[in-house]
Nanobody
Framework: QVQLVESGGGLVQPGGSLRLSCAAS????????MRWYRQAPGKERELVAR????????SYADSVKGRFTISEDNAKTTVYLQMNRLKPEDTAVYYC??????????WGQGTQVTVSS
């Protein structure tokens, strides 16, 4: 069955870094758009970054441009989110998703990222 398993979240001080991983299985990874969303308490869900299936198209939310980097390893069917220069406002649950043609839309269980001193 389809699985998206996030890892790498935790508590970090402002200015620090974390790398989130999302291990995917149960579908043709290379055909899907992979995305990272986040949701903080009381806030709207936000699309943080996405990476295209074949052309490597990448985009970021303005709030994370220049600080976050999305990448994927097709051989390992894993997508990553490298987060640098973290800010308290980056605190949220981060979700990995996989979407194909707006028909198939899979979500992981989420991983908590807390940025605090």
């Amino acid at each position: 069955q389809v699985q998206l398993v996030e890892s790498g979240g935790g508590l970090v001080q402002p200015g620090g870094s974390l790398r989130l991983s999302c291990a995917a299985s149960g579908f043709t990874f290379s055909s899907y758009v992979m995305r990272w969303y986040r949701q903080a308490p009381g806030k709207e869900r936000e699309l943080v970054a996405r990476i295209g299936p074949t052309d490597g198209y990448i985009s970021y939310a303005d709030s994370v441009k220049g600080r976050f980097t999305i990448s994927e390893d097709n051989a390992k069917t894993t997508v990553y989110l490298q987060m640098n220069r973290l800010k308290p406002e980056d605190t949220a649950v981060y979700y990995c998703t996989a979407v194909l043609a707006a028909i198939y839309d899979y979500w992981g269980q989420g991983t908590q990222v807390t940025v605090s001193s």
